[in-house]
């Protein structure tokens, strides 16, 4: 069965970069659609940015277009998402999730297989 487990996260200055990783065991994470996925205290979770199996097209939510970049590095069986330019509202709980094949959307209601989350603070 497949596990997830994310590190990467911190406390970063506005303006900072982190790296986000996704490890998987268990299964090989090229078989899945990968999504990062974030939750802000009082807010609902919301989709980041997803990398689907096959062909690694990849898409990302408005806010962090241009400054965030999802990426799989197979050899590791890891997912990478890269955040730079970081600003004080992506402070959040982040996680990855997996679904089995090619899926289009990036919500969270559709992914069933979660890590523990990694939690990222943008402050000065």
């Known amino acids: 069965q497949l596990q997830l487990v994310e590190s990467g996260g911190g406390l970063v200055q506005p303006g900072g970069s982190l790296r986000l990783s996704c490890v998987g065991s268990?299964?090989?994470?090229?078989?899945?659609?990968i999504g990062w996925f974030r939750q802000a205290p009082g807010k609902e979770r919301e989709g980041v940015s997803c990398?689907?199996?096959?062909?690694?097209?990849?898409n990302y939510a408005d806010a962090v277009k241009g400054r965030f970049t999802i990426s799989r590095d197979n050899a590791k069986n890891t997912v990478i998402l890269q955040m730079n330019s970081l600003k004080p509202e992506d402070t959040a709980i982040y996680y990855c999730?997996?679904?089995?094949?090619?899926?289009?959307?990036?919500?969270?209601?559709?992914?069933?297989?979660w890590g523990q989350g990694t939690q990222v603070t943008v402050s000065s």
């Open positions: 268990g299964s090989t994470l090229d078989y899945y659609t």
């Open positions: 999730a997996a679904r089995l094949g090619w899926f289009r959307l990036c919500v969270p209601e559709q992914f069933g297989s």
């Open positions: 990398i689907r199996n096959g062909d690694s097209s990849t």
